[in-house]
């Protein structure tokens, strides 16, 4: 279950790269699946996190250029977005990588 969940999420995670605006907002679910793909699907989970964070940083240049021009005139949401997530793939790893860690101890 969890390698399916692992690779469901890499996937998902591949095609959001190919989604314009939307791709960026929604990489939250693939974060969500990540999150539990320990075991045989840690790899997986763990390529769906950092591809995340690629498209979040480096292929969705609207949703900076969004959220500096927010700033800007003074609205802050914009920018807590992509904070919110980018913070998600953060804790979404880090639950990834501690449930792999306490599987590993058992």
């Given amino acids: 279950m969890s390698k ?3 690779m ?3 996937i998902l995670s591949i095609l959001l790269i190919f989604i314009p605006v939307l791709g960026g907002y929604l990489i939250i679910v693939p974060a969500l699946l990540a999150a539990f793909a320990r075991g045989n699907g840690f790899a997986f ?3 769906s ?3 995340n964070l690629v498209n979040l940083f480096f292929l969705s240049p609207l949703l900076l250029w969004n959220a500096k021009g927010g700033m800007g005139m003074g609205d802050p949401w914009p920018l807590l977005a992509v904070i919110t ?3 998600a793939q ?3 790893g880090g639950t990834l990588f501690l449930m792999q860690k306490k599987l590993k101890s058992q």
């Fill in 85 to 87: 997530l980018a913070t």
């Fill in 49 to 51: 996190i950092f591809l």
């Fill in 8 to 10: 469901g999420a890499m």
């Fill in 4 to 6: 399916t969940l692992g």
């Fill in 45 to 47: 989970g763990m390529v």
């Fill in 90 to 92: 953060i804790v979404s």
